[in-house]
């Protein structure tokens, strides 16, 4: 960008920040956003935002994305498969150019670990490395490990998304394999993977295994690159503005489930408080600035077939989401949400709504149904007899209860002879046994056996809100996001 363009740039586009009027006070204006705040939810479905909803703020009830004025379908596939995972999904948003899976960063002809030997072609272009040259500040925040697929592919461009080592010296300044695109480098980092920045014979500050087998502490060197360095939430609460650049690396794998977070060993901030924080220290720049941030145990969760996981990690996602409405202006800022993929996740049968929102008269009422929580979401599914207008338990095909929330496979699957949910002793996550569905350590039934859940390839939802948002619309291919961003900001 000439001085003549970055000189009307600023002056388009420089805003203070102020508390977020509400969505519908929002007008589209003239000129261009100043920020831009990505949110992706991976795994984040729609099957998975209604089922959140349901548990969060019941049928009725509204979550701060449905406050988001513009929606459209975003169609994941990637170039070389219906179902994508999250490294081709991730780049096409990031960067406008579909890919094939494991690939970050390169064109559709470069395929996973570039089995054919033929090269990877040149290197795409991403919207973290356009605003980066026009002298924004930029930053990425997940609770997955910072060198993982999604916030990797803002970044990192390679053949192989599981190379997280190399994926790390990739946003080291003066590494030989540095991506010179980011220019000084990111200005923010936040999340987990400590294990990738610490060499294998050592441990890091709780105590786990390194993973570097070339004997670096990554740590180290980009402290001496000028960077903050901050492992727990004490060190992360002194941070401010002159502390950028910043890296903060709070587990040696992913961060903590939000369920669990408060028994971490080093205690580490929720994604709300490290969205806020983010926010508070990249808006000081006068040129803006552009962050990701990742909600990454949404994904985990699914591929556990622990549905309460991936619901109190996407309620969390929504948390951040209320916290920057009201910490960003929206005259100045556009705020964009959607997803990677969804999964094959599902609400099942014809659940009741609870008897305090029914309309009519019902009969008896069994105790479980009454004092169910979060409407009934966690439960066996209950319907009414039209009979005798009692509310009972709904059976399958062989009089058995089965429940609301199931998956199209996964590690949740009992075999061909289904048990009564309540009774039901398989094994849950981290091998608890569970009381019952309601319980947090509860794996949902699947309908196919598999050691991990997967994916699905139907479209996920966009939303969007503040400057420039009015564009959002229709069912578009997910490299859409990206002309999207650019059009908004003028990058």
């Not at 090269?119 to 997940?142: C, F, M, N, Q, Y």
Request: net charge negative; aromatic share 8%; charged share 15%.
């Amino acid at each position: 960008m000439n001085n003549t363009r970055s000189l009307l740039f600023v002056a388009l586009c420089s805003a203070t920040a102020s508390v977020a009027a509400p969505a519908s006070a929002q007008q589209p204006d003239a000129g261009h956003a100043k920020n831009v705040i990505l949110f992706i939810g991976d795994g984040m479905g729609v099957s998975t935002i209604t089922a959140t909803r349901v548990y969060s703020v019941g049928v009725d009830g509204k979550l701060a994305v449905d406050t988001f004025p513009y929606v459209a379908l975003s169609r994941t596939y990637s170039a070389d498969a219906i179902t994508a995972d999250s490294a081709p999904t991730m780049s096409s948003m990031v960067s406008g150019v579909n890919t094939s899976n494991g690939v970050m960063g390169f064109g559709p002809s470069c395929e996973n670990k570039d089995f054919n030997h033929d090269g990877d072609g040149p290197r795409t272009t991403t919207i973290l490395e356009l605003a980066k040259a026009a002298g924004k500040k930029v930053g990425v925040v997940s609770t997955a490990r910072i060198t993982h697929a999604t916030p990797a592919a803002c970044f990192a461009h390679t053949n192989n998304r599981d190379n997280e080592n190399n994926i790390a010296l990739q946003a080291l300044p003066g590494d030989a394999a540095y991506n010179a695109a980011l220019g000084t480098g990111i200005d923010l980092l936040f999340g987990g993977g400590r294990s990738f920045f610490v060499p294998n014979t050592s441990v890091d500050e709780e105590g786990d295994n390194g993973s570097r087998g070339d004997g670096r502490d990554l740590r180290q060197e980009f402290q001496n690159a000028g960077y903050s360095y901050v492992w727990n939430k004490q060190q992360f609460s002194a941070l401010n503005y002159q502390s950028l650049p910043t890296l903060g690396l709070f587990e040696s794998s992913h961060m903590e489930y939000e369920y669990d977070r408060p028994l971490d060993v080093g205690g580490e901030p929720s994604l709300t408080e490290m969205t806020t924080k983010a926010i508070r220290m990249l808006r000081e720049s006068s040129n803006g600035f552009f962050l990701m941030v990742e909600a990454g145990r949404i994904d985990h969760a699914h591929h556990a077939g622990n549905a309460f996981r991936a619901l109190t990690d996407c309620e969390e996602l929504d948390r951040a989401l209320r916290a920057t409405l009201a910490t960003v202006s929206l005259k100045d800022t556009l705020i964009l949400v959607s997803a990677d993929h969804s999964h094959v996740f599902n609400i099942s049968g014809y659940p009741l709504r609870p008897a305090s929102e029914l309309s009519y008269p019902i009969g008896s009422v069994p105790a479980a149904f009454a004092q169910a929580p979060h409407s009934g979401l966690l439960d066996v599914v209950y319907d009414i007899n039209t009979t005798s207008g009692n509310v009972q338990e709904a059976a399958d095909a062989h009089g058995v209860p089965y429940t609301v929330l199931v998956y199209g496979n996964g590690p949740g699957y009992r075999g061909a002879s289904r048990v009564n949910p309540w009774n039901d002793s398989t094994p849950g996550l981290g091998g608890v046994i569970p009381q019952g569905p309601r319980d947090p350590a509860y794996l949902q039934e699947a309908a196919v056996p598999m050691g991990s859940e997967t994916h699905a390839g139907e479209e996920v939802a966009i939303y969007a809100i503040g400057k420039g948002s009015s564009q959002v619309r229709g069912t578009v291919k997910n490299a859409q996001i990206f002309t999207w961003i650019r059009a908004a900001t003028g990058l």
